[in-house]
T-cell receptor, first 109, second 116 residues
């Protein structure tokens, strides 16, 4: 079965510092990877997809099939980045959308 | 564009009682998902519909949970009888579900259930 792991429950960084949220997955085929974010009192929303290869709010993520990882990175964290971040995997197009346990990012002033 | 609508937002019930949650997906979205999110954990898929057919319900506790999407639009998730461990946020999500429109799912705000 597909599985997504996020080893850090909580990550605290200072404003302006680089941030990396780790995500590893287990799946032998070619999955589609996503990062979803949940700001305080808001619904879960898509941050970015690996297929798009775009930068959203300064965040980027590269799919590394050799290491089965999809880490989320931002060079300079902002206080408004504080939120819960979930890595997710989809296989068989639209099927089996699996989420990781999430990492809470706290950006300190 | 209106988002995924869910109701009620909050519900407190006693164990062994029943509860029902309603979801109206984004217009035109063929795929509808129900997720359970227990505090401190990521969302866990309970059931996935494509139009009014079930695609995946492998993690739905069928002895107490049921869901339907009779006309392929809105959906209802029911729990009967509820147990203490059912306390969670129940998230509804939807997507176009076809390769040309992108495989992105959109979430509702969730229905918070507390079983006492």
């Amino acid at each position: 079965a597909q599985r997504v792991t996020q080893p850090e429950k909580l990550l605290s960084v200072f404003k302006g510092a680089p941030v990396e949220l780790k995500c590893n997955y287990s799946y032998s085929g070619s999955p589609e990877l996503f990062w979803y974010v949940q700001y305080s009192r808001q619904r879960l929303q898509l941050l970015l997809r690996h297929i798009s290869r775009e930068s959203i709010k300064g965040f980027t993520a590269d799919l590394n099939k050799g290491e089965t990882s999809f880490h989320l990175k931002k060079p300079f964290a902002q206080e408004e980045d504080s939120a819960m971040y979930y890595c997710a995997l989809s296989v068989s197009y639209g099927q089996n959308f699996v989420f990781g346990p999430g990492t809470r990012l706290s950006v300190l002033p | 564009e209106a988002g995924v609508a869910q109701s009620p937002r909050y519900k407190i019930i006693e164990k062994r009682q029943s509860v029902a949650f309603w979801c109206n997906p984004i217009s035109g979205h063929a795929t509808l998902y129900w997720y359970q999110q227990i505090l401190g954990q990521g969302p866990k898929l309970l059931i996935q519909f494509q139009n009014n057919g079930v695609v995946d319900d492998s993690q739905l506790p069928k002895d107490r949970f049921s869901a339907e999407r009779l006309k392929g639009v809105d959906s209802t998730l029911k729990i009967q009888p509820a147990k203490l461990e059912d306390s969670a946020v129940y998230l509804c999500a939807s997507s176009f579900g076809d390769i040309t429109s992108g495989n992105t799912i959109y979430f509702g705000e969730g229905s918070w259930l507390t079983v006492v």
